[in-house]
C-alpha cells in the first residue's frame, strides 16, 4: 500500500477516516496473506505451490483495489 496511515491523518477533510482507515487496514492485511503465501511457496510441495500462488494473486488484486478506493475517496475529499 502507498498510502500511509499519517496520510490519512494529516488530509484535510477528516470525516471519513474511519472507513478510510479501515480500507488500508484490509489493504495492509491482504499484503501480509499475500507475502505468507509467497513464502510458503518455497517451503512446500507441487500442489502447496500451486494453492499459494493462487493466494498470493488473490491478495495482491486485493491490496490494489484497496489502494485504488482510496486514492479515489481522498483525491475526491480534497476538491
Known amino acids: 500500500m502507498k498510502t500511509t496511515f499519517k496520510e490519512l491523518i494529516d488530509h484535510p477533510n477528516f470525516k471519513q477516516f474511519v ?11 491482504a499484503e501480509i496473506i499475500g507475502n505468507l503465501a509467497r ?16 493466494i498470493v494473486d488473490w491478495m495482491q ?3 490494489e483495489q484497496a489502494q485504488k478506493i482510496l486514492d479515489l475517496r481522498l483525491k475526491g475529499e480534497k476538491e
Do not use: Y
Open 61 to 63: 488484486e486485493l491490496a
Open 19 to 29: 472507513v478510510n482507515s479501515k480500507i488500508l487496514d484490509l489493504g495492509k492485511h
Open 39 to 54: 513464502d510458503s511457496m518455497d517451503k512446500d510441495g507441487k500442489h502447496a505451490k500451486l494453492h499459494c500462488s493462487n
